[in-house]
Nanobody, 121 residues
Framework: QVQLVESGGGLVQAGGSLRLSCAASGSIFSINAMGWYRQAPGKQRELVATITTGGNTNYEDSVKGRFTISRDNAKNTVYLQMNSLKPEDTAVYYC???????????????WGQGTQVTVSS
C-alpha cells in the first residue's frame, strides 16, 4: 500500500502565508514527479505546481511569484509554501506523486486526501 498524507491547511487572512506538506509512505521503490493541485467549490481540479526528482518546477500562472514547491527526496515529502495568499486561493489542495512500488513495476499516480485552505478577505 502507498499513502500520501497532507498537512498544513487552515484558515488565514489575505496576505498571509501557509506551508503545506505531503508525505508519501508505504511500499515505495522510487518517486518521479510530485505535485500540488487544488479544487475550489463548483470548479474543476487544477494544477498548482509540480516538481521533478531533479528539482525542476512548473507553476500555474496565478501562483507564480507567490507559491514555491520543494521536495525532500530522503523523506519522500513535497512542500508548498504559499505566500501573499488571496481569497481566490481558497480550495481543497491535493498532492500527488508518480510512484514505482518495485524495480519491475510502472509508475502509478497516487493522490492524497486533500487539505482545506481558506483565505478570508
Amino acid at each position: 500500500q502507498v499513502q500520501l498524507v497532507e498537512s498544513g491547511g487552515g484558515l488565514v487572512q489575505a496576505g498571509g502565508s501557509l506551508r503545506l506538506s505531503c508525505a508519501a509512505s508505504g511500499s515505495i521503490f522510487s518517486i518521479n514527479a510530485m505535485g500540488w493541485y487544488r479544487q475550489a467549490p463548483g470548479k474543476q481540479r487544477e494544477l498548482v505546481a509540480t516538481i521533478t526528482t531533479g528539482g525542476n518546477t512548473n507553476y500555474e500562472d496565478s501562483v507564480k511569484g507567490r507559491f514555491t514547491i520543494s521536495r525532500d527526496n530522503a523523506k519522500n515529502t513535497v512542500y508548498l509554501q504559499m505566500n501573499s495568499l488571496k481569497p481566490e486561493d481558497t480550495a481543497v489542495y491535493y498532492c500527488n506523486a508518480e510512484i514505482k512500488r518495485s524495480r519491475w513495476s510502472t509508475f502509478i499516480t497516487y493522490w492524497g486526501q486533500g487539505t482545506q485552505v481558506t483565505v478570508s478577505s
